[in-house]
């Protein structure tokens, strides 16, 4: 091809150059109206600025309007391309909203799905076109019903998102079948690679490396048993159908396996159906990172890697934090894991975004294929901000018969010049029970301003109630920075400013895991959070200020409602007033492991506010574990004024001035339990309960001792793991419940006598139902009883 003709190309993509120039004038793909050429020109800025020096991390180019050619030599069927028109989100929460987003962008019309728990979910009001699936909460993987309203209201295309249908090949077989494009992988290459066994062997095949294992049909318990002490402990028991973590256990030793299995096969068979029972078992390696690869390949043969991302800090196999690039990788491993990937996704004839999965051995260097998830991961915003692109916007692109945006040069010019970039997953759980996933409603939610480097990909705002339903991911975090050391930076200020209420959140977790020396220092493995334990558990110290502006923010809402006087005093009678005095006693909220074991009384602090004048107080605290009892912390003549206007009566925020210091608080209780308290002070969130007056609950007679546990959440239960009659100890199992997917052990909170269990094996139960009673230690034994 002539140069003027290739470098015109390069321009203009879609423009066929004649196969006989004498037959047909120059003028024929010449003459180009000057608006088509000056669109094309800003669309293809990037290459000119590909080649300058970089710069100060140049704002991302827009994404191809129109199909574009990566090579150019390949010729372009521009007949083959059909762009889509409408589309039906088959899934839920921030990737459906986030789909919708880029489809609208692009002019596409757009449906989404909902049950009637997610009614008035924000995904189901995103867009002016929202189906019913009915009651059923596993509605969104209800196929056939799907597929029929798609083709009732003439819909061309479907877009799975993640999880659900996502990475089912008879679904996507189906969507073909019914004439709807399935906007993700071919049904064949989902198969080879949903099958774990099988995907091992084309890996293998192609020159992939994979952990040694055994990836046999025989699934006999001694079978697989045999192969685990063949390989040697430790080994992994994973489904065939796995992921996310589920289905998934670590056998150390070999009396372990029968009851490690057993729990694997029956996690498996509840998330991934018949045949998830079937297991993979493969040599576990003792210290792994976990690398992954995001790859993206179109219907004309060509594949790209977009970086790769390190998801090594994880919690129950499931990820936490991903990031890219990965941290302390050298080149020549970070280019050959490119190369691993895009081969192993050519071998399967793959087409769209796809993400390889790694496990890197820190104490080899040496790297095995895990895993393709053949769908959008729940991190590719990571890998969009530091490469520049939309990924669901290729998707489409590439659904619609176009070729990639970019070649695999552009894409590493662009990590090279756009720096780091990690995602923090914001879960409704509490790290401080084992990550237990929690449920409710968002009574108040702020969220950290967005900006270029600062992304929130979010699926509830203030007053959605996250259902226990369905995954507790209430947003994912995204921050970019020049280097790693800034993104980890950016991150740590965005979550401060994250206040959430309602129901418990990873947030405090994901600020100790920035602040952590060994995570700066890119000292990552799948081991992370339980190889530095002690540093993330620790427990805080609260400051005395907090306690302070506790019981200021309390006063200040009780006197909302009491009117003023011309000089500004408040009138009225009792605390209120001024000159008087009001006293408060709190209780700092602790659920970490060690208040379960521990005989140590939680602390007690009272504080006792003096009003001196309009917005002056004297303030004095008083800690039942400090030595000195006798001589609280006293704050005098502080002024403390309340914040700007807060609508809801259960919310305050106030500004004091102490003697070094000037400090803001949000104060919010509880408006199902007031007695609850949450205040987000300099960056950090305390829990408080106030404390009831000792007479109050005499009248009431109230016990602190407890007679029974209950399900903190609506769940199924498992096993009991006691019986009737059983004497056990603090902290002992009580019962294994699932909730969210997820399987959690019910420890006992005292030492006792198993009085009765409640429930069997396969009850439903709903948040608070007793689960387990104790005797009471108290009661007089019954005649004859010894």
């Known amino acids: 091809m002539p140069l003027r003709s290739s470098f015109f190309l390069s321009f203009f993509p879609n423009y066929v150059i004649p196969k006989n120039p004498s037959t047909e004038p120059p003028c024929a793909y010449l003459l180009v109206p000057l608006n088509l050429i000056m669109r094309s020109l800003k669309r293809n800025s990037h290459r000119l600025r590909a080649i300058r020096p970089p710069t100060s991390l140049p704002a991302p180019p827009r994404i191809f309007s129109a199909p574009i050619s990566t090579h150019p030599s390949a010729s372009n069927d521009v007949t083959s391309i059909t762009p889509i028109k409408s589309l039906l989100i088959a899934n839920r929460g921030e990737i459906a909203l986030r789909i919708a987003r880029t489809a609208s ?4 019309r757009t449906t989404t799905l909902y049950t009637d728990i997610d009614a008035s979910s924000q995904h189901a009001k995103c867009t002016p076109n929202s189906l019913a699936l009915g009651p059923n909460t596993k509605g969104y993987l209800n196929g056939p019903q799907i597929i029929e309203l798609a083709k009732k209201h003439g819909i061309e295309a479907l877009h799975p998102g993640y999880g659900f249908l996502s990475e089912n090949p008879t679904f996507a077989q189906a969507c073909e079948d019914a004439g709807i494009v399935f906007v993700g992988p071919p049904p064949k290459a989902m198969l080879d690679m949903g099958d774990k066994a099988r995907s091992k062997i084309i890996m293998n095949a192609a020159g992939v490396p994979c952990v040694p294992g055994y990836h046999g049909p025989e699934q006999s318990v001694e079978e697989l048993r045999g192969h685990a002490r063949e390989i040697g402990y430790p080994v992994l028991l994973k489904s065939v159908k796995g992921g996310g973590g589920k289905g998934m256990r670590i056998v150390l030793k070999d009396e372990e396996f029968e009851a490690q299995i057993a729990s694997a096969r029956q996690e498996a068979r509840a998330s991934f159906g018949d045949g998830g029972e079937v297991m993979l078992v493969e040599k576990y390696v003792v210290r792994p990172r976990h690398v992954e690869v995001q790859v993206f390949a179109d219907r004309y043969g060509n594949c790209v890697a977009l970086g790769e991302r390190d998801c090594s800090v994880q919690r129950r196999h499931q990820k936490i934090l991903e990031e890219s690039p990965a941290p302390v990788l050298d080149d020549a491993t970070r280019h050959d894991l490119w190369d691993k990937a895009r081969k192993a996704a050519l071998a399967v004839d793959y087409v769209g975004a796809g993400t390889v999965e790694f496990i890197l051995d820190k104490d080899t260097g ?18 969009e901000m530091v490469t520049g692109t939309d990924l669901v916007e290729w998707q489409f692109r590439v659904a619609a018969g176009e070729r990639l945006p970019l070649t695999q040069d552009e894409i590493e010019a662009r990590i090279h010049e756009r720096g780091a970039a990690i995602e923090a997953r914001i879960y409704a759980e509490n790290p401080d029970k084992g990550f237990f996933p929690d449920s409710g409603k968002l009574v ?6 967005v900006s270029e480097d600062i992304r929130i990909d979010a699926g509830f705002v203030e007053g959605d109630t996250v259902s226990e339903a369905y995954d507790g991911m209430i947003a994912k975090l995204i921050v970019r920075g020049r280097d790693r050391e800034t993104a980890i930076r950016k991150l740590e200020l965005a979550l401060q400013e994250y206040e959430v209420v309602g129901l418990s959140t990873n947030i405090e977790f994901l600020k100790r895991l920035c602040g952590s020396q060994a995570f700066v220092e890119g000292d990552v493995e799948t081991g992370f959070i339980e190889k530095w334990k002690d540093e993330l558990f620790e427990r805080k110290h609260v400051s005395d200020e907090v306690f302070a502006q506790t019981a200021l923010g309390l006063l200040t809402s009780q006197t909302k409602k009491t009117t003023s006087g011309p000089h500004g005093e408040t009138l009225g009678f009792g605390e209120a007033a001024a000159q008087g005095s009001r006293k ?3 209780q700092v909220k602790r659920d970490d492991a060690a208040a379960e074991t521990s005989d140590e009384a939680p602390e007690v602090v009272q504080v006792e506010v003096t009003q001196r004048g309009h917005s002056l107080y004297n303030v004095s605290v008083s800690r039942s574990t400090d030595a000195s009892t006798a001589s609280p912390v006293v704050y005098e003549n502080i002024i403390s004024e309340p914040g700007s206007a807060v609508a809801a009566s259960h919310k305050s925020q106030l500004t004091t001035f102490f003697p070094r210091a000037r400090v803001e608080t949000t104060l919010v209780q509880d408006p199902g339990a007031p007695e609850k308290l949450a205040v987000f002070q300099l960056g950090e ?4 309960t106030l404390m009831q007056p000792g007479w109050f609950e005499k009248a009431l007679g109230l016990k602190e001792a407890a007679a029974s546990v209950v399900a903190p959440m609506p769940c199924k239960i498992l096993r009991n793991e006691v019986s009737e009659g059983q004497e056990v100890e603090k902290g002992a199992p009580l019962v294994v419940i699932e909730s969210m997917k997820m399987e959690t052990v019910i420890r006992s909170p005292q030492k006792g006598t198993i009085k009765k269990l409640a429930h069997k094996e ?3 139960c709903k948040a608070g139902t007793v689960l387990v009673l104790f005797e009471d230690p108290d009661a007089t034994p019954a005649a004859g009883s010894e």
């Open 105 to 108: 962008s692009m002019g596409i």
């Open 685 to 688: 969130k305390t829990e408080l």
């Open 762 to 764: 396969g009850d439903i």
């Open 366 to 383: 040496k790297f095995y294929f895990m895993e393709m998830n053949t769908r959008l991961q729940v991190e590719h915003p990571v890998s």
């Open 444 to 449: 108040h939610l702020i969220t950290p301003k």
């Open 584 to 586: 408060f006693a709190f």
